[in-house]
Structures are given as C-alpha cells and as structure tokens.
C-alpha cells in the first residue's frame, strides 16, 4: 500500500492540511457519503504512520482489519475507499490551487464570465474594471501574464459583445493585439528552448518559413471552415452557392463541433445571408428563412434559455419577407417573455407584433403598435422605417412629414446611435422611396429606371418592399 496512488498523494500533501482533508471528507458537497467516516479513518491511519510511512504498517490486511474489525477479507472492498479518498483528496488540492492567492485574477476572471453567462452584464462590467485596474498595478512581465492579458481581452470582447448597440468594433482590435502578444512571446520562448537543446544535442534545425494555409486547413476542420468565411467576407460578391457549399460543409461536420462552435458558425452563415440580401439577392431569403427556422428548433438562437433582442427581431423580420406570417406570429408570441436582458416595455414584442401586422396588411393595427418612442436606438429606426411604409400604404397625409423627421433623425443622430452602414442604408431607403413617390404611373420606362438603380444600390433597406412599390406603378 506505500507505493500506492494515494498514499504517494498524501505524502505530497504539507502536514498543515491534514485537519481540513480530514473535516472534508465527512463534510458535504464534497464528503458525506454512505462510507464518510471509513473515509475518513483511512486518511487518518494512513496519516498516523508518517513521516516513514512503514511498510509494515501500513499492510493492506493490518489497515483492513482496523477498518472491519472481525470481518474476513473482501477483495476489492479497501480497494474502493482509497479510491474514493483519491477522488476527496483531488478535489481538496485542485480547489485549494484554484482559490489560492497567486490565482486571484484567473479566479476573477471565470467569475466574470459566469456573471456574463448568466445575463448580469453590469455586475460583469464592474468586476471587469476592478480586474483591469488590478492588472494596471501589476506590470509584471512572464509568458503567464500575456495568457492572462489574451483571455481577459477574450472577456471583454464577448461582454461587449452582448453590450455592443452600434455594431463597433466590440475590442476586437484589442484583443488582436492581446492575442498577438501571447503567440510572440510563447512561441519565441519555446523556439530558445529548443535552440538551448540544440547546443547540447544535435537537433534538427526549426522550420524558418510557416507551413501554410492549406496545410492548417488540412489539420483543421475548424480552421478551413473560418478560413473559407473570411475569403468569402473579403469577396465583394458573394454567390449564393458559395453559402450553399459552406452550409452542406457545417451540415455534414455538424457531429465534430462543439455546440457553441456550430452556433457560432451558423451564425456567420446567416450574415453572409443577410449581406447576400442586402445587395440585392433576392434568392437568398428561402434560405436565410430556413436557417432561423432550423436554429431556433435546435435551441441555437437561446442564451441560457433566453434569445437575445437583435436575434428575436432579425428571425421576425426575415419571416416577414419570406411571407411565412404564421410562423413569424408564432414566434413573437413564444418568445415574448422569454427575451435576454427583458422587454420591460414590450418595445421588442410590439416592434415584432407590428411587422406581422403590416405583412398581414393590417396597416392601422401595425400603427397603433409602433415603439416609435423606445430609447432603444435600433429599435427606434426600424420603427421609423416601418412607420414611413405604413404611411405609404395608407397613402397617409402625414407620409411627407414622416419621411422629413426619419430623414433628420438619421443626419442628426444617425451615425452616433448606429453604423455608418445601417445609416447609409436607411438613407438609400428615403431616397428611393421619394423617387417612387414622385415618379407618374402607367409608365414603364420610369419604372424600369427605379427598378435598376434598387438593384444597383449598394446600400439599401428594404429592397424587395421598394422593389414591389416601384413595379406597382405599372399597375
């Protein structure tokens, strides 16, 4: 028994931690089970015969007896507590590291992720500046503190994030830098170990020159998948077979990655959906619409059994387009309670509510709904936009008033509440729809001329609403 697992465990174990070792065993959630007290009584015989820890005394029979006193030999029954007091013992040393005082910022930092994960950004930003201004004082230098640097850059990145309402840069140049750092400094370390080993023994010299993209992409699934997504993100024409082609790939390879991965994958699919849409292609909306659907079955929209608001309106929207209103209505009703961060003033739900109604031609209903109010500053410019179509449908009095305050709004404080892309696209949206307003019916040629500048326009919202007005004039 000396040379046993847990025996060479306790030895290791400083004396000063005996008395908790022992109070743990029999304590719950760690100890207490059925067999606490043999537990712990082995630990303490096993104890009792340091510091030579004898041979002799330590006989599995002699210990044996002393636990089963009278009982004949049961074999595999010793076995099984010192099996159990490894698995006690394991969880004493790992805790006690964790929680230990040189891990101080690596225990805050998984706190602060848990907050992150647990919906409670604020309580997450704060402990988050505390981290920060901790680190500031530090100023030590060792590969350990640029693997901190890297992973609290990571945190602040995905709490940004969830924060991030103007869709900037969330950090992520900042985590680059990070990230950076990290990879310089390890991989220039282990480079001068192993040059170190080669001044002693004949080794054979590193590679000067990386092996490659396509060598990476052969050992990585991940990486050729990420890869593709970026070639395709920094292609100013995307086709939709290359989203074909990328989503058979994710289909197939659903099996090897993890969920949060596979979500995250997805997630760029639909962008590229979304982008494919925003330029003009049309086609791609069946697409996009049975994307949302398939990822909101599988729970891949939920963030701890919540869905986040640009989620819940994007799946809406999209419904909408693909005038699949049942489902966009059955949606909105199930997720109304259900939306991260909440909805305290339903603005996210009658935003929803609204763009079924109008789908549905319900215009006056879809009116009285709208958040036009909400401080939410994406919500307040889909409401807008959304109110200006009503007002054209109707063939409102106040449509001329309503395209001048949506106009304003966008100049004055456009750029500040959203991105220079979704500002440019709403404009292009005004500027179109006064063309169309101001174009006479009955008159093919003008139609045609709209038809094609919607097409060749970057930047547009609502093109396929537009789209339809603008052939509407023929009729």
Same mark, same amino acid.
């Given at each position: 028994?000396?040379?046993?697992?847990?025996?060479?465990?306790?030895?290791?174990?400083?004396?000063?931690?005996?008395?908790?070792?022992?109070?743990?065993?029999?304590?719950?959630?760690?100890?207490?089970?059925?067999?606490?007290?043999?537990?712990?009584?082995?630990?303490?015989?096993?104890?009792? =015969?340091?510091?030579?820890?004898?041979?002799?005394?330590?006989?599995?029979?002699?210990?044996?007896?002393?636990?089963?006193?009278?009982?004949?030999?049961?074999?595999?029954?010793?076995?099984?507590?010192?099996?159990?007091?490894?698995?006690?013992?394991?969880?004493?040393?790992?805790?006690?590291?964790?929680?230990?005082?040189?891990?101080?910022?690596?225990? *805050?930092?998984?706190?602060?992720?848990?907050?992150?994960?647990?919906?409670?950004?604020?309580? =997450?930003?704060?402990?988050?500046?505390?981290?920060?201004?901790?680190?500031?004082?530090?100023?030590?230098?060792?590969?350990?503190?640029?693997?901190?640097?890297?992973?609290?850059?990571?945190?602040?990145?995905?709490?940004?994030?969830?924060?991030?309402?103007?869709?900037?840069?969330?950090?992520?140049?900042?985590?680059?830098?990070?990230?950076?750092?990290?990879?310089?400094?390890?991989?220039?370390?282990?480079?001068?170990?192993?040059?170190?080993?080669?001044?002693?023994?004949?080794?054979?010299?590193?590679?000067?020159?990386?092996?490659?993209? =396509?060598?990476?992409?052969?050992?990585?699934?991940?990486?050729?998948?990420?890869?593709?997504?970026?070639?395709?993100?920094?292609?100013?024409?995307?086709?939709?077979?290359?989203?074909?082609?990328?989503?058979?790939?994710?289909?197939?390879?659903?099996?090897?990655?993890?969920?949060?991965?596979?979500?995250?994958?997805? *997630?760029?699919?639909? *962008?590229?959906?979304?982008?494919?849409?925003?330029?003009?292609?049309?086609?791609?909306?069946?697409?996009?619409?049975?994307?949302?659907?398939?990822?909101?079955?599988?729970?891949?929209?939920?963030?701890?059994?919540?869905?986040?608001?640009?989620?819940?309106?994007?799946?809406?929207?999209?419904?909408?387009?693909?005038?699949?209103?049942?489902?966009?209505?059955?949606?909105?009703?199930?997720?109304?309670?259900?939306?991260? !961060? !909440?909805?305290?003033?339903?603005?996210?739900?009658?935003?929803?509510?609204?763009?079924?109604?109008?789908?549905?031609?319900?215009?006056?209903?879809?009116?009285?709904?709208?958040?036009?109010? *909400?401080?939410?500053?994406?919500?307040?410019?889909?409401?807008?936009?959304?109110?200006?179509?009503?007002?054209?449908?109707?063939?409102?009095?106040?449509?001329?008033?309503?395209?001048?305050?949506?106009?304003?709004?966008?100049?004055?404080?456009?750029?500040?509440?959203?991105?220079?892309?979704?500002?440019?696209?709403?404009?292009?949206?005004?500027?179109?729809?006064?063309?169309?307003?101001?174009?006479?019916?009955?008159?093919?040629?003008?139609?045609?001329?709209?038809?094609?500048?919607?097409?060749?326009?970057?930047?547009?919202?609502?093109?396929?609403?537009?789209?339809?007005?603008?052939? =509407?004039?023929?009729?």
């Amino acid at each position: 028994m000396v040379h046993s697992y847990l025996v060479e465990i306790i030895k290791s174990l400083p004396r000063s931690d005996w008395e908790r070792v022992s109070q743990m065993v029999v304590s719950p959630p760690f100890g207490g089970a059925g067999n606490a007290a043999l537990v712990q009584q082995l630990f303490e015989i096993i104890c009792a =015969a340091s510091p030579d820890f004898d041979e002799k005394v330590l006989d599995k029979e002699l210990v044996y007896q002393q636990l089963f006193p009278n009982q004949p030999w049961i074999q595999g029954k010793l076995d099984k507590l010192m099996v159990e007091l490894v698995r006690l013992l394991r969880q004493y040393i790992l805790i006690s590291r964790y929680l230990s005082k040189p891990n101080e910022a690596n225990v *805050s930092l998984e706190w602060i992720s848990w907050l992150r994960e647990q919906g409670l950004l604020s309580r =997450a930003l704060l402990q988050m500046d505390k981290l920060n201004q901790e680190q500031q004082l530090r100023k030590e230098e060792s590969l350990e503190e640029y693997e901190l640097n890297y992973r609290i850059a990571r945190e602040v990145h995905e709490l940004q994030s969830l924060l991030n309402k103007n869709h900037d840069s969330a950090h992520i140049q900042d985590f680059l830098y990070h990230l950076e750092l990290f990879y310089l400094n390890h991989k220039t370390e282990f480079q001068n170990r192993y040059r170190m080993i080669q001044k002693i023994k004949p080794l054979p010299d590193l590679p000067t020159d990386s092996p490659g993209l =396509a060598f990476y992409s052969e050992k990585s699934l991940l990486f050729s998948i990420t890869h593709r997504i970026e070639l395709l993100l920094d292609n100013p024409s995307i086709s939709p077979e290359d989203v074909f082609e990328l989503l058979h790939t994710i289909q197939e390879n659903e099996h090897r990655f993890s969920r949060m991965t596979h979500w995250q994958l997805l *997630s760029y699919l639909r *962008s590229l959906c979304t982008i494919l849409l925003d330029n003009g292609q049309l086609d791609i909306i069946p697409v996009l619409l049975h994307l949302c659907k398939d990822n909101l079955e599988r729970g891949l929209f939920s963030y701890h059994g919540l869905i986040l608001p640009n989620a819940y309106m994007n799946i809406i929207q999209t419904a909408v387009k693909g005038k699949d209103l049942e489902w966009a209505i059955e949606v909105t009703e199930s997720y109304k309670d259900l939306i991260a !961060g !909440g909805d305290k003033d339903k603005h996210y739900y009658r935003l929803n509510k609204a763009h079924c109604l109008f789908g549905a031609g319900q215009y006056d209903e879809a009116l009285a709904i709208l958040p036009i109010e *909400s401080l939410h500053h994406t919500v307040a410019g889909l409401a807008r936009r959304l109110e200006v179509k009503i007002c054209y449908e109707l063939g409102s009095e106040l449509l001329e008033y309503k395209l001048m305050a949506f106009r304003k709004q966008l100049e004055r404080t456009g750029v500040k509440t959203s991105s220079n892309r979704i500002n440019q696209m709403n404009l292009g949206f005004l500027n179109i729809l006064k063309q169309i307003i101001e174009s006479p019916k009955h008159n093919p040629r003008r139609v045609q001329q709209l038809l094609d500048r919607i097409q060749k326009k970057k930047l547009l919202s609502d093109r396929l609403w537009l789209m339809e007005k603008a052939a =509407a004039l023929n009729s």
